[in-house]
Every structure is written in C-alpha cells, then in structure tokens.
C-alpha cells in the first residue's frame, strides 16, 4: 500500500530554473528519504530528513519536512539538464525502520 | 567496491517457465530486498530479508520465492513464470534506514 505520494507527477522546467516537488503521507513517520533513479538505472539515496528536523540541506538539494501537515518538498535549485530524472520519496513500513514503502515519483525534466 | 549487482540483465521467458535472479552485495549488509516496479506503481516490495538465513514477505509474495544462504547473495526465483510478471526488479540492501539499489533486471514474459 502506499504512503508517500509525490506531486507533480510530471514536471518540465528550463536549464537554471528552480525544481519543487512534493511529498504527502498518510501516517507517523520518524524519518523521510529522497531518492532519484535516471531512466533505466536503480535508484541512488539522495537524503534523508529526521521527524524532528525542519529542514535539511545537500549541495544543490534542500528538503522540508512538516510533519503536522505530513509532507516533505524537495527544492533542487539551478536545476542542469543531468537532474532530469524521477524523483521518490520513501517512508518506513509497518514501523520498521529497515523496511521502506515508496511514492510513485515525480518525473522531472530540465530541458537545456 | 561493486555495490549491488544484479544478473541478468535482461532476460525472456515463456509462460511456465522457471529462473532465478541473483542479488549480490559486497557492503556486508544485513538487509537485502527484491523489490518489482512497474509502470504507474512506484517500487513494491515482493521479499526481504534481515540476515543471512532468514526471509520474510513483502507487500506481492505471490508467485514468487526467495533464499539468503550466504548474506552477500539474495535469490528471487520465479517457480511458473507469468505475463504478469513482466516487470523490472531491484535489489537493494541497507545496513538500516538508507537502501542501496542494483541497476535492475528486465523481465519479459511471453
């Protein structure tokens, strides 16, 4: 069953401009993870932000997590044509911190 | 370091046939995953394991059956392979939150 669901499914912006992609929840999560897969290849951690952290940063990614409203965003800022990719947020599963339920993604492409 | 491999690559099958993917990891994690994804459906979980002889059900077991004799390999096999089966799989393992992903298996079934 999923938990984590992303909004937009799709998003296309230019070399340069800003990617905001979203991420809603159904339950109490202690911890929320980003991942990106480009087309074809598995997918690669990109973060990981605790219940009790507002916001965390990563080179070019920053991600907010409130968990009152339970949702995450992931801002990539001065996107380049090597961020088009899909983009998902994992929460844990049935409490288990080893065990990991995934959003259906968000598909960014930054075109050049 | 290889990380996750996966083999094969890519692989055919008819209806009723039988194969086994293979899953390795050289990070000495405890934790190892096949997951399927699907187009629409995100990553669902078909088995896990949490240490070298142990294996339990994910969220889509049926059809499906798995091993973990050695902690660096994580068997899927496929008994009486179906159309619905056709999918990509992943293996991933994690020493606990974060996972590692393979690059996938391609699977077609006729």
């Known amino acids: 069953s999923q938990q984590g669901e992303e909004d937009p499914q799709a998003l296309s912006i230019q070399e340069g401009e800003n990617a905001t992609m979203n991420c809603s929840y159904k339950?109490?999560?202690?911890?929320l993870q980003w991942y990106r897969q480009n087309s074809g290849r598995g997918l690669v951690h990109l973060i990981l932000i605790r219940s009790n952290e507002r916001e965390k940063h990563s080179g070019r990614l920053r991600v907010t997590l409130d968990t009152s409203k339970k949702s995450s965003s992931l801002l990539i800022t001065a996107s380049r044509a090597a961020d088009t990719a899909s983009y998902f947020c994992?929460?844990?599963?049935?409490?288990?911190?080893?065990?990991?339920?995934f959003g259906k993604g968000t598909l960014l492409t930054v075109n050049p | 370091n290889a990380g996750v491999t996966q083999t094969p690559k890519f692989r055919v099958l008819k209806t009723g046939q039988s194969m086994t993917l293979l899953c390795a990891q050289d990070?000495?994690?405890?934790?190892m995953y096949w997951y399927r994804q699907d187009p629409g459906m995100g990553l669902r979980l078909i088995h896990y394991?949490?240490?070298?002889?142990?294996?339990a059900k994910g969220e889509v077991p049926d059809g499906y059956n798995v091993s973990r004799l050695k902690k660096q390999n994580f068997l899927l096999g496929l008994e009486s392979a179906a159309p619905s089966q056709t999918s990509v799989y992943f293996c991933?393992?994690?020493?606990?939150?974060?996972?590692?992903f393979g690059p996938g298996t391609r699977l077609l079934v006729l």
């Open positions: 394991s949490v240490g070298e002889g142990t294996t």
């Open positions: 994992a929460t844990p599963a049935g409490g288990s911190n080893y065990k990991l339920t």
């Open positions: 991933a393992s994690s020493l606990g939150e974060t996972q590692y």
């Open positions: 990070m000495n994690h405890e934790y």
């Open positions: 339950t109490s999560i202690n911890n």
